[in-house]
């Protein structure tokens, strides 16, 4: 047999061994593309769709976002709308009944966050300006944690949330967004009622400040000591209230150290809850011993006309007494 000749059959067969292998991950390719497919089509793969978008200064001003909550929509479905934001979820707890495909109408107010609920096939990225929905249907009823799952700064551990699943749909399971339901709350608190202000800080605020109102150095400020510090101030009690209702934006400096936070508003909870709240932090841990002598508890009434105001962020921080600085 001649050189050349033995050279083109060699040739020849490296050429098949390539179209093999050309074959071989065409088909390879193929099969993964249907298993996706067949993940989505037949096991009821979620995929967000995010047609929408929202500005994330003014969500909570504009439908649906200006009602969180789990709503029964006119063509008798269900809807849970709920924002995400450092740290929390809004609303925090959910109720849906089972059996019945839910649709979730998700966005974030501030950076990218995640939303999973975990034993089941929910995990959406949500992204600030853009409002991600999706629909799905609980078969078990039981509690179902819902967590952040991407890190969105120094309390992302402590951002999680809660879906509770229940058996039938009672007119208790899907209630009113909690906003309007707190509300109610807080007008029948003239009735009595009593909100627990410790709870709605362990709800809304310790993830940041911390249990024991020690806040985080250069991020959360503290509030033991520092609520005192602030009632004794020109206009610090006031300055309170519209921290909670309006947020905070822009540095502060409290005992040398500078916090560069961002406080989110708290407008979506009721004046009485918020009044609670303002309560507790003046008076929890060492600070009813620290308070300014005539101090009086505040009520649903001082942060219902605080609300009028409807100051922006910046604004609450350009109102922040000056003496509390050096405290
Ligand atoms: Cu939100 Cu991590």
Partial sequence: ?????????????????????????????????????????????????TAERAPPDTILSNPPFDQPGVWKTADGGYRAVMVAQ??????NEVVVPAGEAVEFQLTSRDVIHGFQIEGSNINVELIPGQVSTLTHTFRRPGEYRLVCNQYCGISHQNMRGKVRVVPSVDAAAVQ??????????????????????????ARTCAGCHQGGGQGIPGAFPPLAEHVPALLDAD?????LIDVVLFGLAGPIKIGGQTYQGMM?????????????????????????????????SYTAADVADRREQRLNPTEVHSRRPQSAEQR
Avoid: C
């Fill in 1 to 49: 047999m001649s050189g050349p000749d033995l050279e083109e059959r060699s040739l020849h067969r490296a050429e098949r061994v390539e179209q093999a292998w050309i074959l071989f991950i065409v088909v390879l390719q193929i099969f993964f593309f249907s298993l996706i497919v067949y993940a989505l089509t037949h096991h009821g793969g979620n995929l967000a769709r």
């Fill in 176 to 201: 009113a967004p909690p906003s309007a339901a707190s509300k109610s709350a807080s007008t029948s608190s003239a009735g009595g009622s009593v909100v627990d202000g410790a709870a709605v800080y």
């Fill in 235 to 239: 206009g610090g009690r006031l300055y």
């Fill in 264 to 296: 989110p508003a708290q407008g979506q909870l009721s004046d009485a809850e918020l009044a609670a709240v303002l309560n507790h932090i003046s008076t929890a841990w060492e600070n009813a011993g620290m308070l300014p002598e005539g101090f009086s």
């Fill in 86 to 91: 450092a740290f929390s979820f809004l609303p």
